[in-house]
């Protein structure tokens, strides 16, 4: 009988393999080396995929509030006293509409259904506040969980080239953190502990913008 204990165990296997093959190729994130060592001891052990998604989901999902909740820790040791205002406030409005309108404006281009638009909106924000704003919109949930993974696996992959030219470590980590969001910020760190931090603020502080202004606005229009 497969339990959660069991699901637990596959994951931290999959993920103790996958740190060592990271540090030897670091433009792959961790967490897709991690998946297919997850899918290969599946297959290995001869599990399903719903019975460890039904047995992981819960615990999995449940610690993804804490795991958000506590990059307020490295936060903390942020300076902000040589944070530029306004240029920080005109990135974080253009980063967050554009990522918001953009994969948005395509489903609508591909005629896709007003739900899988709906999903769509969610790109620019990490997985828990997704799932909320999901939520809010009526967007199919587990749709909106594979294009937030799969917007930060994208980014986080393609960061060492986009970001081969930039040394600031501030403007790096600011990037991948609006970008990638948790996937991206944990790329963030291993280009060093800057990076991280910016990372963790850009993502942190781009959710809680977006999931203010874009509930709001796509419900005032449904109400129009």
């Keep these: 009988m497969f339990s959660i204990l069991s699901g637990f ?6 993920y103790l393999c ?10 792959i994130p961790v967490i897709v080396i991690g998946m297919f060592f997850v899918i290969g001891l599946l297959f290995l052990f001869g599990i399903p995929y ?33 944070l530029p205002p306004k240029a ?21 281009l591909l005629h896709m259904a007003d739900s899988t638009i709906m999903a769509f909106a969610t790109r620019a924000v990490t997985t828990p506040i997704a799932i909320n704003i999901a939520t809010l919109l009526h967007a199919p949930v587990t749709l909106v969980i594979l294009i937030v993974i799969l917007s930060g696996v994208i980014g986080a992959a393609f960061s060492p080239l986009i970001l081969r030219h930039i040394n ?46 874009l509930p709001t606005f796509i419900l005032y229009l449904q109400n129009m």
Excluded: C
């Design 9 to 14: 165990l596959i994951t931290l296997i999959a």
């Design 18 to 27: 996958a740190k060592p093959i990271n540090k030897k190729i670091p433009q």
């Design 50 to 82: 719903e019975s460890y998604m039904q047995q992981t989901n819960t615990i999995f999902s449940h610690l993804l509030g804490y795991v958000t909740v506590a990059l307020a820790i490295p936060l903390a040791a942020m300076r902000y006293d040589d």
């Design 88 to 108: 920080i406030i005109s990135i974080l409005v253009f980063a967050s509409i554009s990522a918001v309108a953009l994969p948005m404006g395509l489903a609508y």
């Design 168 to 213: 600031d470590e501030r403007a790096s980590g600011l990037a991948l953190g609006l970008a990638a969001h948790a996937i991206g910020t944990a790329q963030a760190w291993q280009r060093g502990s800057i990076a991280g931090r910016y990372a963790a603020f850009g993502m942190a502080v781009n959710a809680v913008f977006t999931a203010i202004w």
